[in-house]
């Protein structure tokens, strides 16, 4: 997608050959246009899937998959990362460690939001080795749901993540991908889509 590449280029920061800051614009401060522009590509690449819920994990994607949701006139679940006093009942649970930043959390969805006729459409804003989407993969299938689509605003193309669930057989549409950065010279090279 030509605008978000445009401004990855012109606002994103390669911190490292693994890391690229968007903070001015997805992760921190989000750019409301922009947004609206990715939920209308998501929803361009999905609209004919029968899609009757769009998931995501806060907090970062839940920006991208609101608009994703307004566009495709569906309802927005958001799976949780901590856990809730008021959120206990008859909950689905499964364990994600992000190889990315280190940490485990119980991914929590209350199973009433999602049913086994459902057409889930999952939106993230990144994927790298793809540890979050493995585990809300795992989830919506145990609410007896299928996963009709994938969108992700940027995927790491150097990283496993896409190739996994690309392997698995899902249909999954990344809107940026980076092939390669570099932190010295602040280059980022995107794959030709
Ligand atoms: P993993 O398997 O390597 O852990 O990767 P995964 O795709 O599951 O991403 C783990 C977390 O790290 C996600 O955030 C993802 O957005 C973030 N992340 C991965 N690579 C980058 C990167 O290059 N830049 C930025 N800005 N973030 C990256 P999360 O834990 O879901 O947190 P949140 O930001 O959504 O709250």
Request: proline share 2%; with cysteine.
């Amino acid at each position: 997608m030509k605008e978000l590449e445009e401004k990855i280029l012109k606002e994103g920061h390669a911190l490292s050959e693994n890391i690229l800051k968007v903070d001015s614009f997805i992760n921190h401060q989000v750019d409301p246009v922009l947004m609206q522009q990715i939920g209308d590509a998501f929803a361009g690449h999905f609209g004919n899937k029968g899609i009757t819920k769009v998931v995501t994990i806060e907090s970062s994607g839940i920006a991208p998959a609101l608009m994703t949701a307004i566009s495709l006139n569906v309802p927005m679940i958001i799976l949780k990362k901590q856990p809730s006093k008021v959120l206990n009942d008859n909950l689905l649970q499964t364990v994600v460690t992000s190889f990315t930043k280190g940490t485990s959390y119980e991914l929590t969805l209350s199973h009433q939001f999602i049913e086994e006729n459902d057409n889930v459409l999952i939106i993230d804003d990144f994927l790298a080795n793809g540890c979050a989407l493995q585990g809300l993969i795992s989830i919506v299938l145990e609410a007896g749901a299928s996963v009709e689509g994938i969108g992700i605003a940027i995927e790491k193309g150097f990283q496993s993540g896409g190739r996994i669930i690309r392997n698995l057989g899902y249909h999954l549409e990344s809107l940026a991908i980076v092939d390669s950065m570099d932190a010295s010279s602040g280059t980022v090279v995107f794959h030709e889509q």
